[in-house]
């Protein structure tokens, strides 16, 4: 249910991003050089950090006897429409009501 609503706020975010957005290159201000260089440098420290990290890090393995259905998406189906399903139904009637509104917020007049 967590991953339904991350999912939901994150489509909804980049829908205000999206439409919010100034898309008109002549009236943005012009950047300076040295702030795309810190950019450039900083996306680059960042990239290897995440590598660093991701290379030490170790992934253990678990092992379930008798359990061939773990992860099925049949079995999460199962779940969020048989035990979850009110709840499934309103976060989608917010996600749409949040879409609405995304798009009611960034019509240009």
Not at 4 to 22: K, W
Not at 43 to 64: D, N, P, Q, W, Y
């Amino acid at each position: 249910m967590n991953f339904i609503v991350y999912m939901g706020a994150i489509m909804v975010l980049f829908l205000f991003v999206i439409m919010l957005l100034n898309m008109n290159a002549e009236l943005e201000p012009q950047k300076r050089n040295w702030l795309k260089y810190a950019g450039a440098i900083s996306g680059g420290v960042l990239l290897f950090l995440i590598t660093v990290v991701l290379r030490k890090a170790s992934m253990s393995t678990v092992h379930i006897e008798n359990a061939t259905d773990i992860g099925l998406i049949k079995n999460l189906g199962m779940i969020l429409f048989r035990d979850y399903v009110v709840p499934f139904e309103i976060s989608s009637i917010l996600f749409l009501t949040a879409m609405v509104g995304a798009v009611v917020l960034g019509k240009k007049d």
